[in-house]
């Protein structure tokens, strides 16, 4: 392919948007971290994670009981009205 008076081959077009897509790759990667550091891996944000985490455990843990025979919160033997 001729460009006004320089020869540019397949090869080249392929390097240069290879070389395109990678650097607009890499700064949407830099970009983002950037932005995650300042919101999502924050220290509050972390400890909210970790008491959501603690607080969903401690719901699972009691759901799982309503389905153990050996259990008093057993499904069974709740009384109903």
Known sequence: MW????FIGLEDILRGTQIVFYT????????TYSNARKT???PAHTEYHKNVITRL???SEK?????DPTSPNYLIF???I
């Not at 460009?3 to 320089?6: E, R, T």
């Not at 607009?24 to 970009?31: A, D, E, F, R, S």
């Open 40 to 42: 999502l891996l924050s």
């Open 3 to 6: 460009v006004g008076n320089l």
């Open 63 to 67: 759901l799982d009981s309503e389905f």
């Open 78 to 80: 709740i009384k109903t």
């Open 57 to 59: 455990k401690d719901l």
């Open 24 to 31: 607009g790759t890499l700064i949407v990667v830099i970009l």
